[in-house]
């Protein structure tokens, strides 16, 4: 009877501590955090004189791509949480530039793609962030890590409809590049 009794309990104990299976996304390929650079760059993709760090950011901001609540394998968001919004960064009526937009994606190719897409993102009082062109793709361990480890790149160019500094300024679009976000506090 004893034997029973503890063959019931292992039983119970293997059942109640198995786990379940999480998958991921529709997107999990090309989804992540990426800290990027944000630089006005001519037609080639080369920054114009002053382009790097254009706005003034001073460095790396975080961006985020993930998948859209239909978990559609063909779209993902492009999100900066913000970070872009010019005219709240220098509290002066500039338009928005944050960007989070719906993208087509091709993960076989691991590229992205918008044309015009609504942008999203909050605006600055009344102006509200201008819709986007978006190109790029997700280079698999082409980017390094402070710490000299391999890390995904991310590169995409963006134009904006309306933008009111296009022609006048010199750039024909904004170049956004930068790694994956690692988890690991020493490449922070």
């Known amino acids: ?11 119970l104990v293997m059942v109640a501590c198995s ?32 382009g790097e760090d254009y706005f003034g950011l001073g460095g790396p901001i975080i961006m985020l791509t ?35 937009a719906k993208v087509s994606i091709d993960q076989s190719t691991l590229t992205f793609k918008s044309n015009e897409a ?28 402070k710490n000299g480890s391999a890390a995904d790149s991310i590169v995409f160019y963006v134009s904006y409809k309306g933008d009111p500094w296009y022609p006048d300024d010199g750039y024909a679009k904004y170049k956004v590049s930068g790694i994956r976000y690692s988890g690991l506090e020493e490449n922070d």
């Not at 009877?1 to 039983?11: E, G, H, P, Q, V």
């Not at 239909?70 to 960007?99: C, F, H, R, T």
Request: zero cysteines.
């Open 118 to 145: 609504a942008n999203f993102a909050d605006g600055w009082g009344e102006l509200d962030a201008m819709p986007v062109t978006i190109d790029g793709k997700i280079l698999k361990g082409a980017g390094k890590q």
């Open 19 to 50: 786990k379940d299976e999480i998958g991921g996304t529709a997107t999990e390929s090309m989804a992540g955090q990426w800290y990027v650079n944000i630089d006005a760059v001519d037609e080639s993709g080369n920054p114009i004189e002053g």
């Open 66 to 100: 993930y998948n859209t609540t239909a978990n559609d394998p063909k779209e993902m968001w492009i999100d900066d949480l913000g970070q872009w919004n010019v005219g709240a960064m220098y509290n002066k009526p500039y338009p928005s530039y944050s960007i989070k």
């Open 1 to 11: 009877m004893k034997k029973i009794i503890l063959f019931a309990t292992a039983l």
